[in-house]
């Protein structure tokens, strides 16, 4: 009984961290949205367009002031658009097969990935 206890607090624990980070990168989002120099056009396209993915590429850029989320590429914006629509917490294996991916552990592990 101990141990299963042990292990659901470890579990309540991470989910825990991950509902604050979410809730913290969604804030610097909207943020980052709302911010009038919004580095995007229009309002529609991203001044600067990330590099396509491959082996010394980075294909999400690193975080800086004014960053908006149509710059990344579009599996992150997804993964972003349903964290943001969920009434709770999610798990990997809830979002895989929203994006159109098999909730294999590989796909779960690496989506986006190679």
């Known amino acids: 009984m101990t141990v299963r206890l042990e292990k ?3 579990d309540l624990s991470r989910l825990e961290i991950t509902r604050e980070t979410v809730a913290q990168v969604l804030a610097e989002l ?3 949205e709302a911010a009038p ?3 995007a056009r229009d ?3 991203p001044k600067e367009t990330p590099a396509p993915h491959g ?3 980075m294909a999400v850029p690193p ?3 004014g960053l908006i989320a149509q710059v990344l590429p579009d599996v992150y914006r997804d993964i972003v658009e349903i964290v943001a ?3 709770g917490p999610l798990q990997a294996k809830q ?3 929203r994006i159109g991916l098999e909730a294999t552990t590989a796909k779960i592990e690496g989506p986006g990935g190679s």
């Open 8 to 10: 659901a607090q470890a």
């Open 30 to 32: 909207s943020a980052a």
């Open 37 to 39: 120099e919004v580095g």
């Open 43 to 45: 309002g529609l396209e």
């Open 55 to 57: 082996n010394g590429v």
């Open 63 to 65: 975080w800086r002031e």
């Open 85 to 87: 629509d969920a009434p």
């Open 95 to 97: 979002i895989v097969p």
